[in-house]
């Protein structure tokens, strides 16, 4: 009870007893009650509250799952403290940060290099690679944020792609462009400031395989003793949708050759993927994933987001020697060759040498398609069709061969529509295509049977 209500009571008994009117006794018999129930606190509490306070109240009581924890604090129920703290803060750890001490990939390599001086050149540019792929992996996360498809016509860079003949109206050409090209500066910058690295980009009259198609912008980089071909943004077309993609690299040894010039630069990069020293891919995806070999295990490194930083995740990286999954476009199934249609044919009534009926996975990103197939093991296959794309659609110089490589080191095979090594097969021309199938190392032998004609 207040003071005010307190001076009033007083007031009233004092005047009753002392002047004995009627009229003070009434009012103390109406005052009272009113005195007595304020003390216990509902009345005041009707009185000064809004109803829409009061209103909130009675839904949270009647919805438990939506109030807030109870609380001692007297703020207000809004505050973010309030709210359950593990929505905001996952409180959920690796097995790693357990330990406080992460392997990071900087880590890694500067002990793998120490372990194996001979390799001690590569180290600068996979640092150079892991920097740009964290930047890329941040440019395709916001892909959808800084542009989105509906509105993409008021900027310079779209304007000129709707200018563009080919440009598709629901704007997938143009992030594709717009991504390829940042990617393909960050990447470049990346290996400039190691101060070692020099970078051509070959010329679109190089790209005469299919006039029209976009184009990507791989990129040839060189040090001294070192020539690499990188693929910045494979499956950038996918970007707008938020589907995966991925950076694709694979580095050679370089001739040494008095001159330097672009001509003798693309005949230096021009080599089986058996003589790679390194290759490797960056996925970016529910997680960026950077995996690669340095010519024996193949490893893998997962970006954590709360360190920047890419932490040793998948360490010596194999793929399971049988998988129960192929991975193609079937849209071009028409112009297939018999023997691959034979072999899909029996793999999904499971009468392959399994007899365990395969299952269809296609992302149409290749990074994806293969990190997958790396994973969980399986076929990947981009076949000719001979109706459509009589060389599939994958280059072999800056895509099929370096995922090759590191397929090969992780236990599985790869291989071209002949049966014959991937690894192999020298390109003639930096965006040569090449028919390419990759997997597991026994699902690889037993389709080879039926490329080679042992079986159909
Ligand atoms: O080369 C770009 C790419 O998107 C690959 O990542 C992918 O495997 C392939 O093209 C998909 O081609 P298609 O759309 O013909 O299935």
């Given at each position: 009870m207040c003071l005010g209500n307190r001076s009033i009571a007083i007031w009233l008994v004092f005047t009753m007893v002392f002047q004995n009117k009627q009229y003070y006794y009434w009012c103390f018999v109406a005052v009272v009650p009113l005195l007595i129930s304020s003390h216990i606190g509902v009345v005041t509490s009707f009185v000064t509250e809004t109803p829409t306070f009061a209103a909130t109240r009675k839904v949270v009581a009647l919805s438990p799952s939506l109030s807030p924890p109870p609380t001692t604090?007297?703020?207000?129920?809004?505050?973010?403290?309030?709210?359950?703290s593990e929505y905001y803060t996952p409180t959920e750890q690796s097995p790693q940060s357990g330990t406080q001490s992460p392997i990071t990939l900087t880590r890694f390599l500067s002990q793998y290099v120490k372990d194996h001086?001979?390799?001690?050149?590569?180290e600068n540019i996979l640092l150079a690679v892991q920097m740009a792929c964290k930047t890329i992996a941040n440019l395709v996360n916001r892909a959808g944020l800084v542009y989105s498809i509906q509105h993409s016509t008021t900027d310079d860079i779209s304007q000129g792609a709707v200018n563009e003949p080919d440009y598709k109206s629901d704007g997938r050409y143009y992030s594709m462009k717009r991504l390829d090209k940042l990617s393909t500066t960050v990447l470049k910058n990346a290996l400039k400031f190691t101060g070692t690295v020099q970078m051509i980009v070959p010329e679109a009259k190089e790209i005469a395989e299919q006039p029209g198609q976009h184009q990507p912008g791989v990129l040839i980089a060189y040090d001294q003793d070192n020539i690499a071909c990188l693929d910045p943004l494979d499956g950038s077309g996918n970007a707008d949708a938020s589907i995966c993609s991925g950076t694709v690299f694979g580095v050679f040894e370089k001739a040494k050759t008095e001159e330097i010039n672009e001509e003798t630069l693309f005949e230096a990069v021009l080599q089986p993927g058996r003589n790679m020293r390194a290759a490797g891919y960056c996925l970016y995806s529910s997680a960026t994933v950077l995996v690669f070999t340095l010519g024996a295990s193949v490893y893998g490194f997962t970006l954590d987001p709360q360190i920047q930083e890419f932490v040793l995740t998948h360490d010596r990286l194999t793929i399971p020697a049988r998988g129960n999954v192929y991975s193609c476009n079937e849209a071009n199934s028409e112009g297939w060759g018999d023997s691959w249609k034979a072999y899909l044919k029996n793999l999904k009534l499971g009468q392959g040498e399994t007899q365990q009926r395969y299952a269809l996975r296609y992302v149409g990103s290749m990074v994806g398609d293969i990190h997958r197939t790396l994973l969980y093991g399986g076929v990947f296959a981009y076949p000719s069709s001979k109706l459509h794309k009589p060389q599939g659609n994958l280059q072999l110089l800056y895509k099929s061969a370096p995922l090759a490589f590191v397929m090969h080191h992780a236990g599985g095979k790869a291989m071209d529509e002949s049966g014959d090594d991937l690894l192999n097969k020298r390109p003639e021309r930096i965006h040569q295509k090449s028919p390419c199938f990759l997997g597991s190392s026994e699902d690889m032998d037993e389709l080879k049977k039926y490329l080679t004609g042992l079986q159909n």
């Open positions: 604090s007297t703020s207000s129920s809004l505050e973010l403290s309030n709210y359950d001086p001979e390799l001690k050149d590569l």
